[in-house]
């Protein structure tokens, strides 16, 4: 298995353990999309380099203007405040997430976590923060 296998099946467990997310590709695509009540949260690249995810107002700003080799405005929806992440191995300064061909998957799960709570609706959130607490 390749190594951007390897990071879409862990990105793939992040985001299917959450409560009622589901894989489900988008348009023409086939890259793995993952939905809450059919509001993408997630997005792998169709090559496999990247992530795009919904950010909190002004998040995203911070995010490139702190590592642009690691975050960057993407096409189409950065314009709605979503980031993209560079997933390729050796990417990113080593402050906030790559360090050689190492992506810090806390960060990665925090990131997913924060996209994942701007989509949901109040119950499934409260589903995931009771699990959080215990």
Known sequence: ???ARDRVDRIRAICLDL???VERPFGGHTSPAF???DKMFAVVSEDMTSMTLKAPPGVQGILVAS???RFFVPKYVGSKGWI???LEAGRGSGTSG???DVLDWEEMAELIYESYCLMAPKR???QWEARQEK
């Open 67 to 69: 590592d642009p080799e």
């Open 35 to 37: 939905r809450v009540r």
């Open 84 to 86: 993209g992440v560079r």
């Open 98 to 100: 790559a360090r050689g």
């Open 1 to 3: 298995m390749t190594a």
């Open 19 to 21: 409560p009622g997310a």
């Open 124 to 126: 499934l959130l409260a």
